[in-house]
Nanobody, 122 residues
Framework: VQLQASGGGLVQAGGSLRLSCEASGHTFEIYGMGWFRQAPGKEREFVAGISWSGTRIYYGDSVKGRFTISRDNAKNTVYLQMNSLKPEDTAIYYC????????????????WGQGTLVTVSS
């Protein structure tokens, strides 16, 4: 499974961005897809995760109420809609996928994309 993330960029505080992550390869094996982020000098942090059917959705505490994860299985793509962005949201955002897991533990995910940079200016 290969994951290609896109949609990052520079935005002012209070603005919005939508990230996309398209999966290719053995996509029929994928159950969970998630987003993580890593700011300079910090640990990689869970942002959001979603199960194949979309019935199980998880968010990190710092993004609840501002970010929304969704997926389009026909397009093998997961999205992250980010609203009310803050400077502390600045990070490289990584998408991840797994055959059995959709939760917040990064070590459970087997597949990772290359990351897309999001910069929020104050």
């Amino acid at each position: 499974v290969q994951l290609q993330a896109s949609g990052g960029g520079l935005v002012q505080a209070g603005g919005s961005l939508r990230l996309s992550c398209e999966a290719s390869g053995h996509t029929f094996e994928i159950y969970g897809m998630g987003w993580f982020r890593q700011a300079p000098g910090k640990e990689r942090e869970f942002v959001a995760g979603i199960s194949w059917s979309g019935t199980r959705i998880y968010y990190g505490d710092s993004v609840k109420g501002r970010f929304t994860i969704s997926r389009d299985n026909a397009k093998n793509t997961v999205y992250l809609q980010m609203n009310s962005l803050k400077p502390e949201d600045t990070a490289i955002y990584y998408c991840a996928a797994d055959e059995q897991y959709a939760g917040p533990t990064r070590y459970e995910y087997d597949y990772w994309g290359q990351g897309t940079l999001v910069t929020v200016s104050s």
